[in-house]
């Protein structure tokens, strides 16, 4: 038997998978039951685009649920002891400065459930955050990216 994929996440992360679990089947897949009837009742389904949308979107619902379930499911919250340290690690922000130039950029290194790049949460497996694991301030790391390689100093890690 295969071992399911372990989620690592804070707690805070959790809570918000399991509010956004509870949205989608209290008031979400409700909703798209009734886009459905409605949809029924305009007569041909074969031709009918309002019941083709309604059931795409039935089935984007109903796949969220299930991979937000196994994630809730699978989840391993870091501890605040994980957390502490000088050694930049999942649940930790790190600040960094692109070397020649200086651009600083922080982000906080989550599990890829809570990762989300617009709010400074990069996934752990994320080729940024993966360089930085393990590394302390002063560190001077090359960082694999798409766009090519990325020469970073370790300023601050909170």
């Given at each position: 038997m295969a071992t399911e994929k372990v989620f690592p996440m804070t707690q805070a992360g959790k809570e918000k998978l399991e509010q956004e679990?509870?949205?989608?089947k209290s008031v979400k897949r409700k909703e798209v039951v009734e886009r459905i009837k409605i949809a029924r009742s305009f007569g041909?389904?074969?031709?009918n685009s309002e019941y083709d949308s309604a059931k795409e979107e039935q089935a984007f619902v109903e796949g969220r649920?299930?991979?937000l379930e196994n994630?809730?499911?699978n989840a391993k919250i870091i501890q605040e002891e994980e957390m502490?340290?000088?050694i930049v690690g999942l649940g930790r922000s790190v600040t960094f400065v692109e070397l020649p130039d200086g651009d600083e950029e922080t982000y906080t290194i989550v599990g890829s459930a809570e990762a989300?790049?617009?709010e400074g949460k990069i996934s752990n497996d994320s080729?940024?955050?993966?360089?930085?694991m393990g590394r302390t301030v002063g560190d001077e790391v090359t960082v694999q990216t798409p766009g090519g390689e990325m020469n970073?100093?370790?300023v601050s890690i909170k």
């Open positions: 679990l509870e949205y989608l041909d389904l074969s031709e649920i299930t991979t994630m809730i499911r502490a340290g000088d989300d790049p617009f080729p940024i955050a993966k360089s930085l970073v100093r370790i």
